[in-house]
């Protein structure tokens, strides 16, 4: 016991960075020291042949305990460092801490100190509070029937506080969260190949990473922004690394390494957030999720303004099968003045921008919009996975029962909300996830999409 408790203070000691860096110039000097030793007369002791062996495998033996040891260590403590310095990155210090009900901590951070000003290019920029304007011909939600909308979509950390103005609420990040990513490095972003491509000559090319798509779209054109009503669920998730959304795609290049996106919804993503919740997220990247971009504010990029809607917290309530329905609206269009891609949560909630030189396409205009859901399947020998697209449901069983988007729309260069023309459909396994429009006076253009996945359909 004695001999243990020596080795391990040994090894602690030696395994601090100084500790075991200053042995590695001795080791080649020690191993022909022991050579000699063993072979020498020592105290008037001779060590026989065998004794000498033994001496020096529990030399070595040593040696390479301390070697291995003081690697693992080494690389817990560089992992831990590297969490530590991501964390301290990401979390503002903020004003106030609001304890959400479902676990989250918002920190109200002042406006001119949240993430996006870490970015070079923001050092010096002015924030913009307010859009110079916004789209013309906004669909007239009075005239929709909200029988099936008892009360409006609130965020649950709002039932213990709210943030002063002048700041801004941000989910705080916590170790767990950055360690079940699949580095540091890549914590808050999505994997490459996440972008639906209707026109792919080969559909297993949207399918290389696991994701499946079933989506309404248009192209052809020049877009300067969309907007849908969006049906909110709580889908199902098999597996911790898989995750379920439902959202729309502003794109803008081709679908190769220099893809523009600028994505906004809502998801349930276990592996993102550690939970089951449908959270409302934003998502952008510039190089076709390769370098640039992330989820929310988790890296510099979006500029938030508003004090009232947190970027990745949980949405409250949920539609029910069968039962009460509901919805939120995503606006996201382009500044015509300044240029930069601004987004609204409802009709009250204008939460910031993506400034125009974080792109290169859609620094210009949006070249394609996409409408609907997205999964990942992670299972492997061509089974597939049971999470839920939308609310588990085909489109064909309708309204209470499958999810929806209503009030399809897109901006176009007089800044003007339209009715997309030509809205076209795509998704690689309809037997698994399928997608359906439709048109009407009260949801103007419309889809029911998702589905459950695995199915004696869909093995």
């Not at 950390?157 to 580095?183: F, Y």
């Not at 523009?260 to 276990?270: D, F, K, M």
């Not at 260069?413 to 359906?436: I, M, R």
Request: glycine share 8%.
């Amino acid at each position: 016991m004695v001999v243990e408790t020596a080795a391990s203070n040994l090894i602690s000691l030696l395994c601090t960075v100084g500790g075991y860096m200053s042995i590695l110039p001795y080791i080649e000097e020690e191993k022909a020291w022991v050579f000699l030793a063993i072979n020498k007369q020592m105290g008037g002791v001779h060590f026989s042949s065998e004794r000498a062996k033994g001496a020096l495998l529990a030399f070595f033996w040593m040696l390479s305990l301390i070697s291995l040891s003081c690697a693992a260590r080494l690389s817990v403590s560089r992992q831990k460092l590297q969490v530590q310095n991501h964390l301290n990155r990401l979390n503002k210090p903020g004003v106030k801490t609001i304890q959400s009900p479902d676990g989250d901590i918002i920190d109200c951070v002042h406006i001119s100190h949240q993430p996006a000003f870490d970015h070079p290019f923001l050092k010096d920029h002015k924030v913009q509070m307010r859009p110079s304007y916004h789209p013309e011909g906004l669909f007239d939600e009075n005239k929709v029937s909200y029988k099936h909308t008892e009360k409006p979509i609130t965020q649950l950390w709002h039932m213990n506080g709210k943030c002063p103005q002048g700041t801004i609420p941000i989910r705080r990040t916590k170790e767990e969260d950055v360690l079940r990513a699949s580095s540091v490095k890549r914590y808050g972003k999505k994997k490459h190949r996440a972008i639906p491509q209707p026109r792919s000559a080969d559909p297993d090319l949207t399918n290389e990473s696991g994701h499946q798509h079933a989506i309404a779209y248009v192209e052809g054109d020049k877009y300067y922004g969309a907007k849908a009503t969006i049906n909110v669920w709580e889908p199902k998730i098999q597996q911790p690394n898989e995750f379920s959304l439902s959202q729309l795609w502003i794109l803008g290049g081709s679908f190769g390494e220099d893809l523009n996106s600028i994505e906004a919804g809502w998801q349930v993503s276990p592996d993102l957030y550690g939970d089951n919740n449908t959270r409302l997220f934003t998502y952008w990247t510039s190089d076709a999720y390769q370098a640039t971009g992330c989820y929310n504010l988790l890296c510099s990029g979006f500029i938030q303004v508003n004090s009232e809607i947190a970027m990745g917290a949980s949405i409250s309530p949920v539609s029910a099968y069968r039962n009460s329905q509901y919805d939120i609206s995503i606006l996201v269009w382009k500044d015509p003045k300044e240029g930069h891609w601004w987004m609204q949560f409802g009709n009250d909630y204008v939460l910031g921008y993506w400034p125009s030189f974080l792109f290169s396409y859609l620094a210009e205009s949006a070249s394609m919009i996409e409408w609907g859901g997205e999964v990942v399947n992670s299972e492997a020998d061509g089974h597939h996975t049971s999470t839920q697209m939308g609310s588990g449901r085909f489109p064909e069983e309708g309204f209470g029962k499958s999810s929806y988007f209503r009030n399809i729309q897109v901006v176009d260069d007089s800044n003007n909300l339209k009715a997309p023309k030509g809205l076209g459909t795509f998704t690689e396994q309809s037997n698994c996830y399928d997608v359906q429009t439709g048109s009407n006076g009260d949801w103007g253009h419309y889809i029911y999409y998702g589905g459950p996945g695995k199915n004696p359909n869909c093995p």
